[in-house]
């Protein structure tokens, strides 16, 4: 069983590029959540998908959006990047409820 | 809003001794992770506590949740260096999507 998997491990981009970053839950699982860490802070709930639909949002602004395939694999992405979107990005993957298993996380740097 | 606050945040302990990380959270619910953070890493799952009065344990960690108090606690039972990690709780608002909003962490520094 692969786990949650993630892509890519680090990425490098400058301030008003658009990044995607890829998500592919535990097997079975068919919820795909997201999370930002900044550095020394705790993890932020971004959104949720569920039957290729965003079922839940945080606080984040429209720059950030997602999409879910139907194999429920997911992406994250963010437009118009700012200096302070440089953060660790992590999906969890569950499934009806239960599970809170969090992928390798990829480290994002905006310079 | 739910409001997720874990004391202390920053944690020095001597390695063989005994401590407990304290989690309280503002609103209903029956469920609650812990989770480990390496420098670094992702988040490692440690517990899942999913009703009142749920207790677990693994080595030297053991994990209890208090729904009626909204109080979970990690006691950490003769530290030793390998436990020095970031702690973090997490609360689940909703069930049925395990949408979680987690404490700001536990920094703890084992020592010799």
């Known amino acids: 069983d692969a786990g949650v998997t993630q892509s890519p491990t680090h990425l490098i981009k400058t301030r008003g590029q658009q990044v995607t970053l890829r998500c592919s839950p535990k097997s079975g699982h068919d919820t795909v959540s997201w999370y930002q860490q900044a550095l020394g802070q705790r993890p932020q709930f971004i959104f949720q998908?569920?039957?290729?639909?965003?079922?839940q949002r945080g606080n984040f602004p429209d720059r950030f959006s997602g999409h879910q395939f139907p194999n429920y694999s997911s992406e994250l992405n963010v437009n118009a990047l700012l200096l302070g979107d440089s953060a660790l990005y992590l999906c969890a993957s569950s499934f009806t409820g239960l599970g809170g298993y969090f992928g390798p996380g990829t480290r994002l740097t905006v310079l | 809003e739910l409001k997720v606050e874990q004391n202390p945040l920053f944690l020095s302990m001597q390695e063989g001794k005994n401590y407990t990380i304290y989690c309280n959270y503002s609103?209903?619910?029956?469920?609650l992770y812990w989770y480990r953070q390496d420098p670094g890493k992702s988040l490692e799952s440690l517990f899942v506590l999913l009703s009142n009065g749920a207790v677990k344990q693994e080595g030297r960690l053991m994990a209890s949740l208090d729904t009626k108090a909204r109080l979970s606690t990690l006691h950490i039972t003769a530290a030793v260096h390998d436990l020095s990690a970031t702690y973090f709780c997490?609360?689940?608002?909703?069930?049925?999507?395990?949408?979680?909003?987690f404490g700001a962490g536990t920094r703890l520094t084992v020592k010799p």
């Open positions: 609103t209903t619910s029956d469920r």
């Open positions: 998908y569920y039957e290729e639909e965003e079922r």
């Open positions: 997490a609360v689940v608002l909703d069930l049925l999507n395990n949408d979680m909003r």
